[in-house]
């Protein structure tokens, strides 16, 4: 059964930071592109980075928006996605969720995670 489970969200103030994971499992992790995407309330999901998989894996790719300012990684010994968010600002609000890549059907998506960047 296929399951993403995020977490590390949180209420931070602008400029801070939040390390997100994403816990994988019922598929090849190691195989795929991982991608996380985010929600903001009234908005359509979309992309915020990527990384790919399988042989000669490990290339990111970043939405203009967070370029500079987040990292995402992966462990594929722990089926596992994480993305470091740093110089967060107020327009980052949103749930984040981790699934595949954007070049694949999407798998069930998990809980996601809120994050909140507030002073």
């Known amino acids: 059964q296929v399951q993403f489970v995020e977490s590390g969200g949180g209420l931070v103030q602008p400029g801070g930071s939040l390390r997100l994971s994403c816990a994988a499992s019922?598929?090849?992790?190691?195989?795929?592109?991982m991608a996380w995407y985010r929600q903001a309330p009234g908005k359509q999901r979309e992309l915020v980075a990527s990384?790919?998989?399988?042989?000669?894996?490990?290339?990111?790719n970043y939405a203009d928006f967070v370029k500079g300012r987040f990292a995402i990684a992966r462990d594929n010994a722990k089926n596992t996605a994480v993305l470091q968010m740093n110089n967060l600002q107020p327009e980052d609000t949103a749930v984040y969720y981790c699934?595949?890549?954007?070049?694949?059907?999407?798998?069930?998506w998990g809980q996601g995670t809120q994050v909140t960047v507030s002073s």
């Open positions: 990384i790919t998989g399988g042989w000669g894996g490990g290339n990111t």
């Open positions: 699934n595949l890549g954007s070049g694949y059907s999407p798998l069930a």
């Open positions: 019922g598929f090849s992790f190691s195989a795929y592109t």
